[in-house]
């Protein structure tokens, strides 16, 4: 089992481009949990889905966009990059069981320039 | 007032020494509550959870909450410098809420 992967693990924009951050369980995991950590600021939930064909906003949700493509896959948007992006990206998964405890990808550290 | 406060330390400790790791909660709503790891430049990695009050105990690594005070402690024993990393609390409600609230972390070096 793979777990939790993100693809890219690295990437520099420029402001005002745009791309897709990917993500990827293998554990038939039912939530998807989308998060952006920043020095000082802790972990931040951007988006989540709680199961597939359902997605929410969480703390910060503003200049992105989710799609949960699938059970496995579930994607994070950036329509229009600002430097205020610039951040590490993790993707987390869950499922039921009474703690919905989550499960972290390795991340994707994102500059925009 | 932050859900989840946790002091970020750093924390420095000798080789073999117990560490106590803390964090304070507001929902009173919470009733599970995570320890994850973090190393650099890794994502955060499950250590344990607990529901509600009580302990938890798994090798080296004790997890234990009190409600009444709304507060969370991680006690790692014989501490290794393989210890060294982000420690991460998060609480989260019973039922359908999702969602996990994380504090800060609290970044650990254990000196061998």
């Known amino acids: 089992n793979a777990g939790v992967t993100q693809t890219p693990k690295f990437q520099v924009l420029k402001t005002g481009q745009s791309m897709t951050l990917q993500c990827a369980q293998d554990?038939?995991?039912?939530?998807m949990y989308w998060y952006r950590q920043d020095p000082g600021m802790g972990l931040r939930l951007i988006y989540y889905?709680?199961?597939?064909?359902?997605?929410d906003k969480g703390e910060v949700p503003n200049g992105y966009n989710v799609s949960r493509l699938n059970k496995r896959e579930f994607s994070l948007r950036l329509e229009s990059a600002a430097p205020s992006q610039t951040s590490v990206y993790f993707c987390?998964?869950?499922?039921?069981?009474?703690?919905?405890?989550?499960?972290f990808g390795p991340g994707t550290r994102l500059t925009v320039t | 007032q932050k859900e989840v406060e946790q002091d970020p330390g750093p924390l420095s400790v000798p080789e073999g020494a117990i560490v106590s790791l803390n964090c304070t909660y507001s929902?009173?709503?919470?009733?599970?509550f995570m320890w994850y790891r973090q190393y650099s430049r890794k994502g955060p990695e499950l250590l344990m959870y607990?529901?509600?009050?009580g302990n938890k105990e798994d090798g080296r690594f004790t997890a234990q909450v009190d409600k009444s005070s709304k507060y969370i402690s991680l006690f790692i024993r014989d501490s290794q410098p393989s210890d060294s990393a982000t420690y991460l609390c998060?609480?989260?409600?019973?039922?359908?809420?999702?969602?996990?609230?994380f504090g800060k972390g609290t970044l650990l070096t254990v000196n061998p």
């Open positions: 987390a998964s869950s499922d039921g069981g009474g703690a919905y405890e989550q499960y």
């Open positions: 554990m038939n995991h039912n939530s």
């Open positions: 889905s709680a199961s597939e064909g359902t997605t």
């Open positions: 929902n009173s709503a919470f009733q599970y």
């Open positions: 607990t529901y509600s009050s």
């Open positions: 998060a609480g989260r409600g019973r039922g359908s809420n999702y969602k996990l609230t």
